[in-house]
């Protein structure tokens, strides 16, 4: 079933108490703990490695403008990161916007603090005329497939089938296997 959203889809609210921002590069090492600690050693340092390699400095220098942090108490109280979304413009493609990379503190996990983020995205990409959102997970991922099959993106075919989902072998590289997920707007 695709999904396609209206100009009356309602944004999800940020919960009180936070602040939503650009990131600017001074940010870099706080993303990068985040990029550490938040998903629970997973992969262990070789996974944290790859995580933090994901985003480097350059998207906060020149994809700000199309990227999220969200953060708790102010800047007196010393700002603690709860989320963050790595985005931008495709330059290739004029309509297409692409959710780079995620991340939502576990305390603050499923209390709609992602779906506000992607929601703020969309918003942000049809305000530069796109319709439509791209993005891309691991296929052992399967929250992160569920997750994006409940923000209404659909799964695109890919060149086999792994466990019911459409994979694209090789797609980052030999053995980096990828879902391919595409949202109209």
């Known amino acids: 079933m695709t999904v396609r959203s209206t100009d009356h889809e309602s944004p999800r609210p940020f919960p009180p108490g936070l602040t939503v921002r650009h990131p600017r590069p001074s940010d870099h090492a706080v993303l990068q703990g985040a990029l550490t600690d938040w998903w629970g ?3 262990g340092e070789a996974g944290a490695q790859q995580r933090r390699l994901l985003v480097p400095r350059l998207f906060l220098q020149h994809f700000a403008g199309t990227s999220l942090l969200v953060e708790e108490g102010g800047a007196a109280e010393g700002a603690a ?3 963050f979304l790595i985005g931008f413009l495709s ?3 004029p309509e297409t916007a692409y959710i780079h990379f995620v991340g939502v503190h576990p305390e603050a996990q499923r209390g709609g603090l992602g779906s506000a983020l992607y929601y703020r995205f969309f918003d942000l990409a049809r305000g530069h005329g796109r ?3 791209r ?3 691991s296929p052992v ?3 992160s497939i569920a997750y994006h099959s409940r923000m209404g993106f ?3 075919p890919g060149d086999r089938v792994e466990d019911g989902v459409a994979v694209h072998t090789d797609y980052d590289g030999p053995g980096l296997d990828r879902v391919s997920f595409v949202r109209e707007l």
């Open 91 to 93: 330059q290739t493609d």
């Open 154 to 156: 659909r799964v695109e």
């Open 141 to 143: 991922n399967r929250n």
């Open 81 to 83: 990161l709860r989320a």
């Open 41 to 43: 050693g997973q992969g």
């Open 131 to 133: 319709s439509r959102v």
């Open 135 to 137: 993005s891309i997970t």
